[in-house]
């Protein structure tokens, strides 16, 4: 059975870290692209990053870019979102989807599947 499960969310405090993880179950990674959006409440979802298969092809969205770190590790099957510097307009539920090939070349959120659960991210003092 396919599936993408989220780990790592939490409480943490404005200018904190958490590593977000994507777990692959029933796949292999290797051939497909994962991307990490969120939904705050209240708001639609949206795009946060992409990795592609091929681990050098990366998208952030505005709202990541210097601040986010998307990675793979293959041999795990698992994806990484490093988030940095953390602000509590970052609050939301964050989830991980696929999408068959190579590149990102954005968050398209109706060319992924297979959602995950979701995992909460609170930022607040």
């Known amino acids: 059975q396919v599936q993408l499960a989220e780990f790592g969310g939490g409480l943490v405090q404005p200018g904190g870290s958490l590593r977000l993880s994507c777990a692959a179950a029933?796949?292999?990674?290797?051939?497909?692209?994962i991307g990490w959006f969120r939904q705050a409440p209240g708001k639609e979802r949206e795009g946060v990053s992409c990795?592609?298969?091929?681990?050098?092809?990366?998208y952030y969205a505005d709202s990541a870019k210097g601040r986010f770190t998307i990675s793979r590790d293959s041999t795990k099957n698992v994806v990484y979102l490093q988030m940095n510097n953390l602000k509590p307009e970052d609050t939301a539920v964050y989830y991980c989807?696929?999408?068959?090939?190579?590149?990102?070349?954005?968050?398209?959120?109706?060319?992924?599947?297979?959602w995950g659960q979701g995992t909460q991210v609170t930022v607040s003092s």
């Open positions: 989807a696929r999408r068959f090939g190579r590149l990102c070349p954005g968050l398209l959120e109706t060319t992924f599947g297979s």
């Open positions: 029933g796949f292999n990674l290797t051939w497909w692209s």
């Open positions: 990795i592609g298969s091929s681990a050098d092809s990366t």
